[in-house]
């Protein structure tokens, strides 16, 4: 059974960079039928597709925030990465990291919730 | 990139069913059959309940079905129980740079 789990900063100046790791267990990051991906929920509000990677390293982001967001993979430790910059009011939210297999997301981390506040 | 369309809540008795709509477009829900419906309960992750339109994973009752017609994907929950009070999403592989996108939820309520 393949488990994730979001790790990194629970609160964030404004103007910063939000950072956040996604450690994946139970399987092989490197397999090559699945995309890592980042979705967020800010609160009271719905599901946001933020972006995702395979493992070779291609990425894909949502146009709204492509300007901000990078994400990463280092296979060698089966885990992926999430980098937000500049980060205001509007990007408080709980990030999950999900794998996705035909375009469903299929497993879900638990979710960490990132504030941004001075 | 424009969300899909779901309705805002939908409600029903114990034992009754309910559908749940998802509308997109011809580059997204009309397009594909990657149309993917997610349960999440208050303060939980969601949990993927059908894929591929119509496909039900693992450990997932019986009771949830998908189905699609033109531009609308369905989420149809047979014999409804208390536990499947929650938000339901949609989300749908989509031609547009997003490549990925989210339905608005719906709250289900069991009455």
């Known amino acids: 059974q393949v488990q994730l789990q979001e790790s990194g900063s629970g609160l964030v100046k404004p103007s910063q960079t939000l950072s956040l790791t996604c450690a994946v267990s139970?399987?092989?990051?490197?397999?090559?039928?699945?995309?890592w991906s980042w979705v967020r929920q800010p609160p009271g509000q719905g599901l946001e597709w933020i972006g995702y990677i395979y493992h070779t390293g291609s990425a894909y982001y949502n146009p709204t925030l492509q300007s901000r967001v990078t994400i990463y993979v280092d296979t060698s430790k089966d885990q992926f990465s999430l980098k937000l910059k500049s980060v205001t009011a509007a990007d408080t939210a709980v990030y999950y990291c999900?794998?996705?297999?035909?375009?469903?997301?299929?497993?879900w981390g638990q979710g960490t919730l990132v504030t941004v506040s001075s | 990139q424009s969300a899909l369309t779901q309705p805002a809540s939908v409600s029903g008795s114990p034992g009754q069913s309910i559908t749940i709509s998802c509308t997109g477009t011809?580059?997204?829900?009309?397009?594909?059959?990657?149309v993917s419906w997610y349960q999440q309960h208050p303060g939980k992750a969601p949990r993927l309940v059908i894929s591929e339109v119509s496909n039900r994973p693992s450990g997932v009752p019986d009771r949830f079905s998908g189905s699609k017609s033109g531009n609308t994907a369905s989420l149809t929950i047979s014999g409804l129980q208390t536990e499947d009070e929650a938000d339901y999403y949609c989300s749908s592989f989509t031609t547009s740079s997003a490549l990925f996108v989210f339905g608005t939820g719906t709250k289900v309520t069991v009455l």
């Open positions: 011809s580059n997204d829900v009309g397009g594909y059959d990657y």
């Open positions: 999900a794998r996705v297999q035909l375009w469903a997301i299929d497993f």
């Open positions: 139970g399987g092989s990051i490197s397999y090559g039928g699945y995309s």
